[in-house]
Structures are given as C-alpha cells and as structure tokens.
C-alpha cells in the first residue's frame, strides 16, 4: 500500500523560506515521478513542481519558477520543496503526489501560511 507523508509546513513570514518534506512508503520509489501541487481556497490543484530521477532536470510552473526547488533521495524515499522568498500567495495546502504508469498517489497534504 502506497503511502506518502508530507511534513514541513507552518506559518512563515513573506520573504522567509520553507522546506518541505515528503517521505514515500510501501513502494518502488524510483518507478515513481514526484509532483509537488498546492490547494488554495477556491482554486484547483496547481502542479508546482516534478522530478523523475535525481540528476533530471527537473520542472516548475511559470509561477514558481526562481523561488522553488524540487529536489529527490530514492535512497531515503524522500522528495522536497524547497520555497524560498515566501508571498502571501503561496498560502495554501501543499500535497504531494506520486506517478506511475497513470497511477496516482496523494498525500495528506501540509498546510503552508504566509503572513507577517
């Protein structure tokens, strides 16, 4: 059974950065790409970020681009964001996803806030 774990989130300052952390179990890590989406109110999910293998080049939305960073260890079944110069439109819920094969894997999601 796939399960993906998100931590990291919390209340950050605009302009402040946050790592997030997503911790995959009960599958073949490396089968898998890794998607970062967010949720924010009223909108649907948005894809921030993929990578399929460490050392691809990884891709970003338009409007993350510069400010994020997605980043992956198959050996610790991890994947990250990284989200710096934080605005208040980043707050939302961040999920992360696993793809394989048209399968689809979410996590909880993890709850990012901007505001000062």
């Known amino acids: 059974q796939v399960q993906l774990v998100e931590s990291g989130g919390g209340l950050a300052q605009p302009g402040g950065s946050l790592g997030l952390s997503c911790v995959g179990s009960?599958?073949?890590?490396?089968?898998?790409?890794m998607n970062w989406y967010r949720q924010t109110p009223g909108a649907q999910h948005e894809i921030l970020a993929s990578?399929?293998?460490?050392?691809?080049?990884?891709a970003y939305a338009d409007s993350v681009k510069g400010r994020f960073a997605i980043s992956r260890d198959n050996a610790k079944n991890i994947v990250y964001l990284q989200i710096n110069n934080l605005k208040p439109e980043d707050t939302g819920v961040y999920y992360c996803n696993a793809r394989f094969r048209e399968r689809d894997y979410w996590g909880q999601g993890t709850q990012v806030t901007v505001s000062s």
């Open positions: 009960g599958m073949i890590f490396s089968n898998y790409v």
């Open positions: 990578i399929a293998n460490p050392g691809s080049n990884p």
